[in-house]
């Protein structure tokens, strides 16, 4: 892409008070853009220029998505190697903002956009290996939310490839993500949905 330069994979799509946003990236910077009210075209100004071009993450990064809860926006990204089997080490982190737009930045203030983040997810290094990829965070019926990403299992060397997995998403007392030991459950209770 001319415009924002390589690596634009990765999408994800956030609107918000009848403004749409694509969010997208990998390892050469996570960006944010505008898109126009069809939500499938940047939106450009006079100058065929697009009219918001920001990057809110560094280098490190890919697969970002963003959960807003209370007054946070929550960016989640994999960082590692994602795609070598049972050599893999990818993981999932997070940032936080109070704004869409960033900054996004770790528990002691540093910014996503230098590199820093706080831990949700990694493999255990005995049956999951390199977890990441997270989709958009999920609340069931009863408020619970759910992580849905993938990883490798260990014991069949990674041959079988990238498994789905689901977790719940637990929150500190000063509102951080993270999941269970840090790690993928062997076992979970199942999302609750009523209809």
């Not at 944010?32 to 939106?43: F, I, M, R, S």
């Not at 089997?85 to 910014?111: C, F, H, I, T």
Request: hydrophobic letters at 30%; charged letters at 25%; one cysteine or more.
């Amino acid at each position: 892409n001319k415009e924002f330069g390589s690596n634009c994979i990765d999408q994800f799509y956030y609107e918000e008070d009848g403004k749409k946003y694509m969010f997208f990236g990998s390892f050469k910077g996570i960006y944010v853009t505008e898109l126009e009210d069809d939500g499938l075209t940047v939106k450009l100004g006079h100058d065929g220029k697009p009219t918001l071009k920001k990057q809110v993450c560094g280098d490190a990064f890919e697969g970002t998505n963003i959960y807003k809860k209370g007054k946070y926006y929550y960016l989640f990204a994999s960082i590692g190697s994602c795609c070598n089997g049972v050599n893999a080490s990818y993981q999932v982190v997070v940032g936080r903002s109070e704004n869409l737009l960033g900054p996004y930045v770790d528990k002691d203030g540093k910014d996503m956009l230098k590199n820093n983040w706080e831990l949700v997810l990694e493999g255990d290094g005995q049956k999951w290996i390199g977890p990441g990829h997270n989709s958009i965070i999920i609340q069931d019926d009863e408020g619970t939310d759910w992580m849905i990403y993938h990883s490798y299992l260990k014991k069949d060397g990674g041959v079988g490839g990238r498994l789905g997995m689901l977790d719940r998403v637990l929150w500190t007392d000063d509102g951080w993500p993270y999941i269970r030991n840090c790690i993928p459950s062997n076992s979970e209770l199942i999302p609750v949905f009523y209809n």
